[in-house]
């Protein structure tokens, strides 16, 4: 019997080691809802034995929430640009030396050592896009040609408009419509911000951030608030979606691959960073998402379809990338979002 004891024993502790083994082979990713192609995930996980859980989000606002509660199961999460300084002040993620893998010489010059990580110590990209408006070409009458058609819409928009649920981004456009800058302190110049939202909230079907397409696919709503490529999905799924490029402008963003501080599986969340700056595997998240890349190369891999989409090919108007604001800008955001939203 004690001859089988040691056996069962030492059967025991060689599963308790794989376990362990097959535990540390493993990567959790926490990123915004249909952002992770799973065939990119399953390519990565035959090129490397990892495996990949992925949950996600619909805001930066969620994820800095979930971080700040401290969740512990994540090993990556996918920031915009003007959340990764906040990240960074409250020790939410930890540097990775993303400028030390093997692929990073793929990065493009333009996005090197950006603001928002000026040592690249922190992020590895992701993609970058846009954030305007898109309307139901059958069911409305303008052409998207202003700000004006989203934050002071016409009687046939009442009751069939939708905006995203968390302030960041259309308060961020409301600033391009007003031709103001980002991140304001002086509360009269939110108020204007706030009135005209309170307006618009009468035109207001749903704030959503995440089946745009599919409201407008089913005609509830004929314009919402959209993002440059999760229009693009849209437009091919078969949605008579039209994203607009305003004269004012559209709000840039550009998001990355982070690693959060409670990570437990640091190497392997920087293999899953080198991977995605392969131009090939960039490539590949590209054509599935339909945004702009910062990796060299990727062009020769995109479909005639990419190439020409007028999503990812916008026309000459003013960009703006949205900043970090201080606390008391932000304080003033979710005070006016507080008020929209009772």
Known sequence: MKRLFTTMAAIAAVVMTAG??????????????????????????????????????????????????????????????????????????????VYDLPNYKNYKERWKFPDWDPEQEYTAPWQWGTTSFAYHKDLYSGKGESLKEF????????GR???????????????VYLGKEF??????????????????????????????SDLITS???????????????????GAPVVYAYPKEGVVGWFDSLVVPTSAKNVENARKFMNFIMDPVNMAALTE????GDAIMGTDQYYSEELKSAPEINPPDIPVRFATT??????????????KVMQ
């Open 183 to 212: 991140c304001s302190e002086d509360p009269k110049e939110m108020k204007v911000i706030q009135d005209m939202l309170l307006h618009q909230k009468d035109f207001i079907v749903a704030y959503n951030s995440e089946t745009m």
């Open 325 to 338: 604001c201080s606390p008391k800008a932000q304080k003033l955001i979710d005070k006016i979002w507080t």
């Open 20 to 97: 362990t083994a097959k535990a540390a082979e493993e990567l959790f990713i926490y990123n915004w809802t249909e952002y992770t192609p799973p065939d990119l995930v399953a390519k990565f996980e035959a090129e490397t034995g990892i495996k990949v859980t992925v949950d996600t989000y619909d805001s930066n606002e969620t994820l800095l929430a979930k971080l700040q509660a401290g969740a512990t199961g994540y090993d990556l999460v996918v920031p915009s640009q003007n959340f990764v300084p906040i990240l960074v002040g409250e020790g939410l993620i930890q540097k990775v030396a």
């Open 151 to 158: 934050f002071e819409p016409s009687e046939e928009v009442r």
């Open 219 to 237: 005609g509830e709503a004929i314009m919402v608030n959209h993002w440059s490529g999760y229009a693009r999905l849209g437009r091919l799924a």
């Open 288 to 291: 599935n998402q339909g945004y």
């Open 161 to 175: 408009l939708s905006t995203f649920q968390t302030p960041d981004e259309i308060i961020s456009l409301a600033n």
